[in-house]
């Protein structure tokens, strides 16, 4: 482990010496494009999608991105949600969710519920078949969007295995070829840790959205514990 921790950057500063050396200083253009386009696609995903559900079960997604800072900012650095994970489950039962309800909804969103990485891999597809002039018409482009969404789940583990299953899914769609994904590997880190960000997230709000349903908290309550936490043992 410790030599395979070593050597990916060397691997990843490859990957960029191949990009550029086979497509030019031109190819950098558009993969900070793509960056660009991700982190724009995921940040109106937070505050459009999610805060519109937020709003509707009465309380501010601001608010509770504020709740959680130091969670995302551990998975900023780290490009994981899972090393998150314990810090959520208590800052959601914080907020008054049941211990039953956290820890359902928080797990199992890990698995199933990874809005980043779907959003990621439905762009870097389509990227990718940009890239290799690979013709992709609007019913191409849906059943890509709904493969994605399927290979998504269970794409939960270490960072990159966004990556992975990217792969998998360009193997489910053989028009756009799988070498091309070469083109990624030097922009993965960074597009890892938005992918982790919106998990994260999406998990949180979907967590506090069920405890809303199940009446375990109030909207005045959840808005309260927003502002004042509730005190909790560390072991909860």
């Known amino acids: ?65 504020n709740h959680i800072k130091e969670e995302l900012m551990l998975v900023l650095g780290t490009s994981s949600s899972e090393t998150a994970l314990p810090g959520m489950i208590l800052k959601m039962r914080q907020l008054g969710c049941s211990r039953s309800t956290v820890g359902l909804v928080i797990p199992t969103g890990y698995s199933f519920n990874l809005d980043g990485t779907n959003i990621y891999m439905a762009m870097a597809a389509v990227f990718l078949a940009q890239a290799t002039n690979t013709p992709l018409d609007l019913s191409h482009q849906i059943s890509l969007l709904l493969i994605a969404m399927i290979t998504s789940k269970g794409a939960s583990g270490v960072t990159g295995a966004g990556f992975v299953t990217l792969a998998a899914t360009l193997v489910a769609v053989p028009s756009v070829p799988i070498e091309s994904l070469a083109l990624l590997v030097g ?50």
């Open 187 to 236: 922009i993965d880190r960074f597009m890892s840790e938005c992918r982790a960000l919106t998990n994260l997230i999406g998990n949180g709000v979907a967590t506090v959205v069920i405890s809303r349903w199940e009446n375990e908290v109030t909207k005045v309550a959840l808005n309260e514990n927003l502002k004042n936490p509730l005190a909790l043992p560390d072991k909860i």
């Open 1 to 65: 482990m410790q030599i395979v921790v070593k050597v990916a950057p060397i691997g990843a500063f490859g990957a960029m010496a191949f990009t550029i050396g086979s497509y030019g200083l031109g190819a950098l253009n558009h993969l900070i494009a793509l960056m660009a386009g991700f982190y724009l696609t995921a940040a109106l995903f937070v505050v459009v999608v999610l805060g519109l559900i937020a709003r509707w079960s009465g309380f501010s997604i601001f608010r509770f991105l």
